[in-house]
């Protein structure tokens, strides 16, 4: 058994891991707003679990046990998020802070009734992956608005950021997975791209929204 702090702490790790897997103590103490000091002590305890691989002054590494358990988490969390919204009528920018209650929850028959009453679903409301009972992960391939050329037709299939405020912004601008967008023109200066989706034939977004927004031709 692990504790809540001690789930919170691999789910951090997994979403932080780079190409290389290795996460800097620095990186994940700002990520979680806690004191270095504290975050070594945890390390220490999760190494003794055999969820990471830690030693003084070197990047973290989970293990192939940490990962499985971080992926189980991460599961727990899109499952919840997607049962709000397809069950329970929440919308995608009121569901996250829920989830991350549900999550830790430590009932396997639940976490399976929800995903039978929905379907087995294969991403969460947000276009993530939700990992299998194992934990296994499905690759999933998508590319940024922003490197899409002008005259594509692609559709949206996933948001990078998903806090409230831009889920919101998102909504204001019936923006929604699924849309079908064609790039009409992409501005020199700074990037911004005009689309047209929907009801709107000709609406710009700036770089850094179309930097989050992911897309599948």
Known sequence: MISHTEENYLKALYNLASDTGEVAVSEL???????????????????KKNMVFY?????????????????IIIRKHRLTEMFLVEK???????VHEIAEQVEHINSPEFFEKMDDLLGHPRID??????????????????QKLSDSKVGEEVILSAVVNTSAEFLTFLNQ??????????????EPFDRSMTLSYGDRPSQVLSHTVC???????
């Open 211 to 217: 930097e989050r927004l992911l897309v599948e031709k």
């Open 125 to 142: 409301p947000h276009g993530s992956p939700i990992p299998g009972v194992n934990g296994e992960m499905i690759n999933v391939k998508n």
């Open 88 to 94: 329970m009528g929440f919308g995608w920018e009121n």
């Open 173 to 186: 601008y019936e923006i929604k997975l699924g849309i079908y967008i064609k790039i009409v023109s992409v």
């Open 29 to 47: 103490s700002k990520q979680l707003g806690i004191k270095k000091p504290t975050v070594t002590s945890m390390m220490n305890t999760l190494a």
């Open 55 to 71: 030693e003084s002054y070197k990047p973290i590494r989970l293990t192939e046990e940490g990962k499985k358990e971080a992926r």
